[in-house]
């Protein structure tokens, strides 16, 4: 089965612990989709980007181990592509918006258990504060 909102909301306190404001997990292997207890995440952010008018948003796409390093390289980018898509169709504006990939590159558990591929299917979201308030030109 896939994974339930209680095991996505067990993981947003390890993603703040790690510098990051929101993950997105992605535990169907080999799929870009976003959990659909994830986008509530994103309307969240899309709110505090429209409060913060200089403020931009890093998208990182990430992936377990299993298949070769340049597919999940290229997953991972197809990840953090769909959470920009949705920040964009949410009104953020794409030139504020960086998406890339580490692929398999940096897990942040194990890679040897079930769970811990699941934790490193994920999407990280950081959010960088704007120094003005003011619209986008």
Do not use: F
């Amino acid at each position: 089965g896939g994974a339930s909102i209680s095991d996505w909301c067990a993981l947003q306190p390890k993603a703040r612990a790690l510098g990051a404001d929101a993950w997105l997990v992605h535990p169907p292997l080999n799929r870009p989709q976003i959990i659909p207890d994830g986008d509530p995440m994103l309307e969240a952010i899309a709110r505090q980007l429209a409060a913060d008018r200089g403020a931009r948003v890093s998208v990182v796409g990430h992936t377990c181990n299993v298949g070769d390093a340049d597919y999940n390289a290229s997953l991972g980018s197809r990840r953090s592509e769909r959470a920009r898509e949705r920040l964009i169709e949410l009104g953020v504006p794409a030139a504020r918006i960086d998406s890339t990939t580490k692929g398999e590159d940096n897990p942040v558990c194990t890679n040897e258990t079930r769970v811990g591929r699941m934790n490193n299917r994920r999407t990280e979201i950081r959010i960088e504060a704007g120094s003005d308030r003011t619209e986008d030109r």
